[in-house]
């Protein structure tokens, strides 16, 4: 390997200061320990509604921004609410707009499920069903469960708590390692 792995970091909520932000921003603060480069991406309240008829060059602004993000990306880390049962719709919106790209493509990805135990099974397996339909490696082993209570956020929201940090820095090293980065 010879340069840093760079992953993409998407949370599937749109609220400030939610708990999957939260794991991703610890995620980043991790990430140099384990040789990762981490981007997190924040434009999910900016992505057009997915219409197939859009889906052509030129895509709008924020559709090439993500697709861009994508690309440059060498694998993608995951972290979303359950809503209804299933992904948010904003998410599953984003989702849309890459069935249509071969950005992400046998690129290596995984999620953190930040839910309560018993909970967000839902939303796991409708990402696994989209991610199939992208055509993503799913690195099974660096997709896991880390319950994060907002009693663990420090003042910056990012996690304190040593036991998840080191988890989330795990995560990071089994996705690169997974994906054979």
Not at 26 to 52: C, I
Not at 90 to 119: H, M, Q, Y
Not at 122 to 135: K, N, P
Request: charged residues 20%.
């Amino acid at each position: 390997m010879t340069s840093t792995p760079m992953i993409l970091l998407l949370s599937g909520s749109l609220r400030k200061g939610s708990t999957n932000e939260a794991v991703l921003r610890t995620a980043q603060a991790v990430a140099p320990t384990v040789g990762v480069g981490t981007v997190l991406y924040e434009d999910l309240a900016r992505l057009p509604h997915f219409n197939p008829d859009d889906d052509t060059d030129p895509l709008p602004d924020p559709v090439a921004g993500l697709r861009a993000a994508l690309d440059r990306a060498d694998g993608i880390l995951i972290c979303t609410p359950e809503y209804a049962g299933t992904l948010p719709g904003s998410f599953k919106n984003l989702l849309d707009w890459t069935v249509g790209g071969t950005e992400i493509c046998d690129k290596p990805a995984a999620w953190v499920n930040a839910a309560a135990p018993g909970r967000g099974q839902g939303a796991e397996t409708t990402l696994r069903t989209v991610l199939g339909y992208t055509g993503a490696h799913v690195v099974e082993p660096a997709c896991v469960r880390i319950p994060v209570g907002r009693d663990t956020l420090g003042a910056d929201g990012v996690i304190t708590d040593p036991e998840t940090r080191r988890q989330l820095g795990e995560v990071l090293g089994l996705l690169v390692g997974g994906g054979d980065l």
